[in-house]
């Protein structure tokens, strides 16, 4: 149990383009999701927080115009990464907890390639 | 602050040796839950065992166990018996607060363990 997808797992767009990343949770409801930004050999960065039906929480620094989110269902969360820049190259992770639990369950990943 | 400390950037242990990985943190919460995260070449990040501040028992998950140094502040993870699929990142994390709803988590730099044949 307590599994959590993300499509697609890399994707290599031209700058100035959009770029939609999808964050589901298949066998629980995911109250809260997290969007996380890892670059190589370093930790991750929490970028916001999401819960159903409200508007997401962006970290200090994050540009919330920049990294769109959508939490509108129990179930789905997207990422999409506006007027893309090579810069905004990295592997961006999603999590998800559900309201009964402190764990968070993380997908396995997008490679974002900006060119 | 709320800080998580990985003091060991790099570890390294030979295959069925035991190696102990270091964390500390700093909360003001009296109550909060502290994770172990293994994060593989694939870079899938799996969960490899949680501790609830209140409780005094160290946890345990097979060949992970950890040494919870509450007053300390002091988290390390043990493996005994490594395999060669333990090579991987190791993250340190914490959500501070009480019963919480899927709150933040707080990670550390990470230490990246390899075990060598």
């Known amino acids: 149990g307590a599994v959590v997808s993300q499509h697609p797992s890399w994707v290599i767009c031209k700058s100035g383009t959009s770029v939609k990343i999808e964050c589901r949770s298949l066998?629980?409801?995911?109250?809260?999701m997290f969007w996380y930004r890892q670059f190589p050999k370093q930790s991750l960065m929490l970028m916001a927080t999401?819960?159903?039906?409200?508007?997401?929480?962006?970290e200090q620094g994050v540009e919330k115009d920049k990294f769109l989110i959508n939490h509108a269902s129990l179930t789905l969360s997207t990422l999409t990464v506006t007027s893309a820049h090579p810069e905004d190259s990295s592997f961006y992770i999603c999590?998800?907890?559900?309201?009964?639990?402190?764990?968070?369950?993380f997908g396995p990943g997008t490679r974002l390639t900006v060119l | 602050a709320q800080t998580v400390t990985q003091s060991q950037p790099e570890m390294s242990v030979q295959e069925a040796e035991t190696v102990t990985l270091s964390c500390t943190y700093d909360t003001s919460e009296s109550n909060y839950y502290l994770f172990w995260y293994k994060q593989p070449p694939s870079r899938q990040m799996i969960l490899v065992i949680r501790?609830?501040?209140?409780?005094?028992q160290n946890a345990t998950e097979n060949r992970f166990s950890v040494n919870f140094q509450k007053a300390a502040k002091s988290f390390s993870l043990k493996i005994s018996d490594s395999q060669l699929g333990d090579t991987a990142m190791y993250f340190c994390?914490?959500?501070?607060?009480?019963?919480?709803?899927?709150?933040?988590?707080?990670f550390g730099q990470g230490t990246e363990l390899s075990v060598k044949p």
């Open positions: 501790q609830e501040a209140y409780k005094q």
């Open positions: 994390a914490f959500i501070p607060g009480a019963y919480n709803q899927g709150g933040k988590l707080i």
């Open positions: 999590s998800a907890g559900s309201g009964n639990t402190d764990t968070q369950y």
């Open positions: 066998d629980f409801q995911a109250t809260t």
């Open positions: 999401s819960n159903e039906g409200s508007k997401a929480t962006y």
